[in-house]
């Protein structure tokens, strides 16, 4: 259709002088559309809902504002995106807290809904986070308000929860930082008690060092001891430097920085693996892990912690996988990328509790203690790997090794966290404006790193308790639900579904259909009802730490040093702040963009339309688009078209 040249008029007030007519010639749009809805097609395929033009030299382009937009940034290979993937999948949540929950909830128990959760919740979410991000080319806040505009919350939420993460998950960071510098000792001090008069040292020499050396730990949430612990201070400080390092200049340095932190671990595990079964007692701990306690079952709190693990091991919810995915080419197979690194994640995750539990059945054969009350609370995997290299000949060097391969789980679960962090806020928020994302980054890690000295004093590693139980456990079930029912309901499976035959060329399994549709909203909604009842009816604990009877120790085998104390009031009210401060954003947005009654039917019976495909702007329509000014370069101003 041919509208004819469009004629621009001077609105001065008088006057009737018409000014030249707009030039025809049009570059950066197809040439198939008439003027103004070229320039609308333009706008929408870039997801904008509006757009500035001027002329120059006869073509329409669109109005620069200070420097030219900076070009999309991308992964420098696919290779790059799934390293960096399962390095943010496979981390300190596999190696570290995996197998403390696994403890915590009954060993082999755990196992049952942990693989259940992964199958019916894991596994369609982490196909629905990495197919919008790669589909709708943003960060978590702006993928999911293209859906919707009460959706933006979920991305705000996203990025609360994993500002909460960063800030804790380098406190573990330093605390291997701490293991690698004396595992440089010609005899670390953990493979004795040299450094001590104490007995109780001699009943439990890791144990030991890690409560009174490396935490300093004082015996209750309420006492902060003798204040930080310097080490931890500048260890923490050391952490974050290397973090900065790693994410400042982008999917670029955290591209190239998975490479070698993604695979390095998996030859320290197999190592560790073969050493841990070799061990006297070994047997124990391995039957302890895939002999289930039936009756654990039972208990809501193991069905809850598989679940949240699901959440934290793959790294849903998080920001991250919806952020990397949307450096990856609009036509790219996310279907066999999502279920590799779930494969991946899950076998690692397995495999680091085969060497755990390992060497906890050989401490167990060694202290006499039943294997369930051998406990490190979240120094478990501290203790266990200290165990195991004090057992092998030259212990400093695998120590170094071993530790240096938890400090690359480490790092590259948290660049990973924190790329995805920054995305959002930099890209979708322009909370920065003009500023260059290094500065940006540096920004974000010194506030961090400011909050995170409150995990150095004696009660750092209760506190730490709090972060890790609050702001990843209800939180990321509300976000799962909201970003399932998005995706399945109000977005529809059926566009969905054209989205992934859009960029894959095949269409979305049948599985993750019926998954996505009805089977993980309804699981996770049970969850959250369950976990609210019981959060509600049970007081919270932590594991103290009360060192032992030094009467005992050495020959009463049931002596341990720690107990579980019930949280004070103050502790659980910051719990409650911090689980409201990640959720309030969904309520907040859900209410204020809430979606009328006629989107709502159009959701249940399955009748919202979206434009699907590369070049629709993904889901911002073309007639929405706003044309503001229009400029010639003969210094005259033109009104854009009506």
């Known amino acids: 259709m041919d509208v004819g040249p469009l004629t621009l008029h001077e609105h001065e007030e008088g006057g009737d002088q018409k000014r030249p007519s707009w030039p025809r010639s049009l570059s950066l749009v197809s040439q198939e559309l008439p003027g103004r809805d070229r320039l609308r097609k333009m706008a929408a395929a870039r997801g904008k809902g509006s757009i500035d033009i001027e002329i120059r030299k006869g073509s329409i382009v669109e109005k620069e504002e200070g420097e030219e937009e900076e070009e999309k940034e991308a992964w420098g290979s696919k290779t790059q995106f799934i390293l960096a993937c399962i390095g943010l999948a496979v981390g300190l949540g596999n190696v570290w807290r995996f197998p403390y929950l696994l403890h915590k909830n009954g060993g082999g128990a755990f196992l049952i809904p942990y693989f259940l959760m992964l199958i019916v919740e894991g596994l369609p979410m982490m196909y629905v986070e990495m197919a919008i991000g790669q ?50 000792r010609p005899t670390p001090p953990y493979a004795g008690c040299d450094y001590t008069d104490d007995v109780c040292c001699t009943h439990d020499k890791t144990l030991y060092y890690w409560y009174t050396v490396v935490l300093n730990a004082s015996p209750s949430i309420d006492d902060g001891g003798n204040g930080p612990s310097w080490h931890l201070v500048i260890f923490l400080i050391l952490a974050w430097i290397v973090t900065y390092l790693c994410v400042f200049q982008g999917v670029k340095s955290t ?27 070994a047997d124990i701990g391995l039957k302890a892990l895939f002999n289930p306690k039936w009756e654990r079952l039972a208990d809501p709190r193991v069905w809850i912690s598989a679940a949240t693990q699901t959440f934290f091991s793959l790294s849903l919810g998080f920001c991250a996988l919806v952020a990397f995915a949307s450096f990856m080419p609009y036509k790219n197979n996310i279907t066999k ?19 755990i539990y390992s060497i906890l059945g050989f401490r167990s054969k060694m202290t006499g203690v039943d294997i369930e009350n051998v406990s490190a609370g979240t120094g478990l995997t501290f203790v266990a790997i200290t ?56 920004m974000i890690a010194l506030c961090f ?74 699981v996770m909604l049970v969850l959250l009802i369950w976990l609210l009842v019981y959060s509600i009816i049970n007081v919270d604990t932590y594991g103290a730490f009360v060192n032992c009877n030094p009467d005992d120790a050495g020959f009463n085998k049931t002596v341990t040093f720690t107990e579980n104390k019930p949280l004070p009031g103050w502790a659980r009210a910051v719990g409650g702040l911090m689980i409201l401060a990640c959720v309030a954003p969904v309520a907040v947005f859900g209410v204020w963009k809430h979606m009328t009654l006629e989107e709502i039917k159009q959701c249940i019976q399955g009748r919202r339309v979206y434009e699907i495909g590369e070049s629709t702007g993904n889901g911002v329509k073309a007639e929405d688009v706003k044309v503001n000014y229009a400029a010639h370069d003969d210094g005259n101003t033109y009104d854009a078209p009506i």
């Open 135 to 184: 589909y709708f080319r943003g960060g978590s806040i702006v993928s999911w308000q293209k859906i919707h505009p009460s959706l933006k919350g979920v991305g705000l939420c996203c990025v609360v929860i994993s500002s909460f993460l960063c800030i804790y998950y380098v406190m573990v960071i330093a605390w291997i930082i701490n293991y690698l510098w004396v595992s440089l």
């Open 255 to 281: 591209g190239k920085a998975a490479y070698f932190a993604a695979t390095f671990p998996y030859i320290c595990l197999l190592i560790l693996l073969v050493r841990g079964v070799t061990l006297p007692g």
């Open 337 to 355: 990328d999502s279920i590799l690194v779930a494969i991946v994640n899950s076998f690692t995750s397995v495999l680091a509790g085969m060497c």
């Open 387 to 442: 165990e195991a290299v004090t057992q092998m000949a030259g212990t400093p060097f695998f120590a170094f090794v071993f530790f240096f391969m938890l400090f690359n789980l480490g790092i590259s679960s948290q660049f990973g966290t924190l790329a995805g962090l920054v995305t959002p806020l930099y890209n979708d928020l322009k909370l920065f404006g003009t500023a260059r994302k290094e500065l940006c980054v540096a």
């Open 449 to 522: 790193l400011l909050i995170g000295f409150l995990f150095t004093p004696g009660n750092g590693e209760y506190i730490l308790q709090l972060f890790d139980n609050y702001p990843v456990t209800m939180p990321l079930l509300v976000v799962g639900i909201t970003e399932i029912i998005a995706t399945g309901w109000i977005f529809g499976i059926e566009n969905f579904d054209k989205a992934i035959r859009d960029m894959t060329g095949h269409p979305c399994p049948l599985y993750f259909k019926i998954c996505i549709k009805y089977i993980s909203p309804a």
